[in-house]
């Protein structure tokens, strides 16, 4: 038996807790610009940003689970 095979019954939820997970991350994430900076305004202060710490985790964190959507959408799509 295929490991491929064993997982397909279960991708499905998967891809839906992948989903709410890069949601959620996505969502947790917070820019130093103010609301003019969402119309194309310019705020210099936060131009040369450092992520540190807990952001840095939370950004390495929505990459991988990124990377992990775009895997299971590709294997469901292959399969």
């Known amino acids: 038996m295929n490991i491929i095979d064993s997982v ?7 891809q839906i807790i992948l989903s709410i997970l890069l949601v959620a991350s996505i969502l947790l994430q ?12 310019d705020n210099f202060s936060s131009a040369f940003h450092k992520r540190r ?6 950004f390495k ?4 689970i990124a990377v992990l959507f775009v ?3 590709l294997l469901n799509v292959i399969a």
């Open 8 to 14: 397909l019954p279960a991708l499905p939820y998967i």
């Open 30 to 41: 917070q820019r130093g610009s103010s609301l003019g900076g969402a119309f194309g305004g």
């Open 53 to 58: 710490g807990a952001e840095l985790f939370l």
């Open 61 to 64: 964190f929505t990459i991988g």
């Open 71 to 73: 895997a299971t959408a």
